[in-house]
């Protein structure tokens, strides 16, 4: 699936299949904010892709997802997937 747009069920396959992996930056963020991975999984899994991004320096595509926690606060995760497929979550914030 390399070179093709990933959509929000790709996203939502990856974290029912717990094919995903958080960053240290991103966790740091989660515990910041007072969230949880369930907050994370509940905005991967409820949540729609509402811009589509392009790392200059590495041409690294990533998605922006909006969506609403467990406890129905509204927040928003950057993730990218990597060469094998796996999601990777890249930032997580309440919005």
């Given amino acids: 699936m390399a070179g093709t747009r990933r959509s929000i069920s790709h996203v939502r396959d990856c974290v029912?299949?717990?094919?995903?992996?958080?960053?240290l930056h991103a966790a740091e963020e989660l515990d910041?904010?007072?969230?949880?991975?369930?907050?994370?999984?509940?905005?991967?899994?409820?949540g729609t892709i509402i811009a589509r991004q392009r790392d200059t320096g590495t041409r690294?595509?990533?998605?922006?997802?909006?969506?609403?926690?467990?406890d129905d606060r509204p927040a928003e995760a950057v993730v990218k997937f990597n060469q094998s497929g796996t999601l990777f979550v890249i930032t997580v914030y309440l919005a």
């Fill in 16 to 23: 029912r299949s717990l094919d995903y992996a958080v960053s």
């Fill in 32 to 46: 910041d904010d007072e969230l949880t991975i369930l907050d994370l999984e509940t905005l991967l899994l409820t």
């Fill in 60 to 70: 690294e595509s990533k998605l922006v997802i909006q969506g609403r926690t467990s």
